[in-house]
């Protein structure tokens, strides 16, 4: 089992920066890749960014692209979601999951484990 446990969210002002982190544990994650999701009031999660774990292999979606950069420390078991510029639009629950695999993925059933997710509010 593989347990993801985020934080970070916050309310901040359009135009800043905030950083998520996600803590993974109870297994190596040499084969695993990691990604963000978003969700926002009455819309579909979304894909955001995703990472392979052994390689640093990254992913954006377009709407992040230039604003958003995901990484990883390997020592620490520790992703992150580095966010800048952030727009109202960018309000969202940030999700942080992961499949066992190196083969990435955009589509929110390919990914097996799920954290319980970190508020961000982005005011205009």
């Not at 992913?59 to 950069?69: E, L, P, Q």
């Not at 020592?75 to 999951?97: F, H, I, R, S, W």
């Amino acid at each position: 089992q593989v347990q993801l446990v985020e934080s970070g969210g916050e309310l901040v002002q359009a135009g800043d920066s905030l950083r998520l982190s996600c803590a993974a544990s109870g297994r190596t994650f040499s084969t695993y890749t990691m990604a963000w999701f978003r969700q926002a009031p009455g819309k579909e999660r979304e894909f955001v960014a995703h990472i392979t774990w052994s390689g640093g292999r990254t992913y954006y979606a377009d709407s992040v692209k230039g604003r958003f950069t995901i990484s990883r420390d390997m020592a620490k078991n520790t992703g992150y979601l580095q966010m800048n510029d952030l727009k109202p639009e960018d309000t969202a629950v940030y999700y942080c999951a992961a499949r066992p695999v190196v083969y990435s993925s955009t589509q929110r059933e390919d990914y097996k484990y799920w954290g319980q997710g970190t508020q961000v509010t982005v005011s205009s």
